[in-house]
Structure formats: structure tokens, C-alpha cells
């Protein structure tokens, strides 16, 4: 199984319909949550949670991505700081055992649903991109 690596931007604010922590940003705080949510997942090495200093969405926060090595790269925003992070953890451990990272749609949570901006597929090594599409791509 490879391990998924949970980016999370720390600096996102909290949307203006949720009140803040203090001077706590709503990334750091969706931070906090999730690292009590994966914190049997974070322990034991099966998941990692790294913290991104701006992931260049700020007016869409919160933001975070999920990736792994031949999987498929979730990119989230419009997370919200105080009530996502029991979705998130549980939509990373049904990546972390689903084949490709292929979590079928109808086992998402429609918080997932509805967060999941973009969904991308999974970088080729060069050696593994078919000869006709290489040629393609030189021209
Ligand atoms: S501050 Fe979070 S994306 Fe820019």
C-alpha cells in the first residue's frame, strides 16, 4: 500500500460564515482537527499529514490535497475549518485502501462531494508513457 500525504494549507482564514479560533487561522485549526481524527493513521505510518504554508486559493479556503504515488491527486477547497476534518480522515483512509485511489463516488461523503474541486490522475513515470503518446507530446 502506498502512503497518502494529506497537504493542508496552515494559513487559510476562516470563512466568513464561521468565527475563528482566536488568532488561530482556519487551516491550522482544520489542522489540529485532523490530526486528532488520523492521529492511529499518523502513528503508524499509514497516512501522513503535511501542513503547506498557502496552496494559491486563499479566497477559496480552507484548501488541502490528497496524494500518493500512482494514485489518483484530490485537490479540496471550501473546507470548513470546525466541520470537515471528520469527512477528510475518513475519506483518506478509503483512499489509502482503494486501488488507484479510486474511492467510488457513492462511498464519498457529501462533504467530499462537495469540496472536491479537482481530481487528477496519477503522474507516469516516462518509461511508462506509451511510445505514440511521447511523439505526440514532442510536437
Ligand atoms: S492562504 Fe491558504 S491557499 Fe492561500
Redesign the pocket.
Known amino acids: 500500500m502506498t502512503q497518502p500525504t494529506l497537504f493542508v494549507?496552515?494559513?487559510?482564514?476562516f470563512p466568513a460564515a464561521e468565527s475563528g479560533a482566536g488568532d488561530t487561522?482556519g487551516?491550522q485549526h482544520l489542522l489540529d482537527r485532523l490530526t486528532d481524527c488520523l492521529n492511529a493513521e499518523i502513528s503508524k505510518g499509514e497516512i501522513t499529514l503535511q501542513s503547506v504554508?498557502?496552496?494559491?486559493?486563499?479566497d477559496?479556503?480552507?484548501?488541502a490535497a490528497l496524494s500518493a504515488p500512482g494514485k489518483l491527486t484530490f485537490i479540496f477547497n471550501n473546507l470548513s475549518p470546525s466541520q470537515s476534518a471528520p469527512d477528510l480522515a475518513e475519506f483518506c483512509r478509503q483512499y489509502a485502501t482503494a486501488a488507484n485511489g479510486k474511492v467510488p463516488y457513492g462511498l464519498r461523503s457529501p462533504a467530499i462531494k462537495q469540496a472536491t474541486a479537482y481530481v487528477l490522475p496519477p503522474l507516469l513515470a516516462e518509461a511508462a508513457i506509451p511510445e505514440r503518446n511521447v511523439s505526440r507530446m514532442a510536437h
Open positions: 494549507c496552515a494559513l487559510c482564514k487561522p487551516g504554508r498557502c496552496m494559491a486559493a486563499c477559496r479556503a480552507c484548501n
